[in-house]
């Protein structure tokens, strides 16, 4: 039941306007012009920042100190609502370790996606499916501030140009490290290698397991979310995306 049907995972999104989107994010003129809303990578090489990124990657030494000190006195305040006593030996550090580990987890919306790439793209005249399978990763689900975690595989069709094959984990890990759910870290990885690289098509899987349905609530131990988002010649193209399913070991039993 949390399986989430890999052939409709690209329709999860209606609005994600999935051959739309690529065409639109083909021309890189387009971009330059204005930037619309639709334009994931904004000027400054943010890619839909949260509402805070640029004050956090902007702030000084003294702004960063007074954040981290909020995070801590609302662990503080968390830890003797549950009935624990904060200045037990054991738990002393707890909110300094837990700030940490939120900042730690939240870093990607202020991540410069240019930085990532870094000028890894080179032009080539491969045109097959170039893919990379089992990404390890870590992200925090958003409606319960615990984690997720599982493997992405991600493949493209390059146009021409092929990306440094390290930039693909690196762009997942950017997204990983925001709070999310599963559906949107699909799709915006996708939506990236097309903004970046203009490819044929992306194909992104993803499988993970989910903390909250582990531990609390249904308590589903095995159970597997698996979400997809095919663009471009993976959504048009039947036989383009099966091989991709294929490899990725998701082409046959259905
Ligand atoms: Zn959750």
Do not use: W
């Amino acid at each position: 039941m949390s399986q989430t049907d890999r052939n409709n995972g690209d329709s999860l999104e209606p609005n994600s306007g999935t051959s739309g989107h690529i065409s639109h994010a083909r021309d890189p003129h387009d971009q330059e012009e204005g930037r619309t809303a639709d334009t994931l990578i904004e000027a400054d090489g943010l890619c839909r920042p949260s509402i805070g990124a640029r004050l956090r990657v902007q702030e000084s030494p003294h702004a960063a100190t007074d954040r981290f000190n909020n995070i801590k006195a609302a662990v503080e305040t968390i830890l003797q609502s549950v009935g624990e006593d904060p200045y037990r030996p054991g738990l002393l550090d707890t909110p300094k370790r837990f700030a940490k580990a939120m900042m730690d987890f939240t870093q990607g919306y202020g991540q410069d996606v240019r930085d990532i790439v870094n000028n890894a793209i080179f032009n080539e005249n491969h045109n097959e499916m170039v893919l990379v399978k089992n990404i390890d990763i870590s992200s925090l689900c958003e409606h319960h501030l615990v984690p997720f975690t599982g493997k992405m595989h991600i493949g493209y069709v390059p146009n021409n140009r092929v990306i440094g094959l390290s930039k693909l984990p690196r762009i997942a890990q950017m997204f990983s490290r925001r709070l999310q759910v599963q559906e949107r870290l699909t799709r915006q990885v996708a939506e990236t290698i097309v903004e970046t690289l203009q490819p044929q098509g992306v194909a992104v899987v993803m499988e993970s397991s989910h903390l909250c349905m582990v531990t609390r609530g249904v308590q589903q131990y095995s159970a597997v979310t698996v979400t997809s988002c095919m663009l471009g010649c993976f959504e048009t193209n039947d036989k383009t995306r099966n091989e991709f399913l294929s490899l990725v070991g998701m082409g046959s039993g259905r």
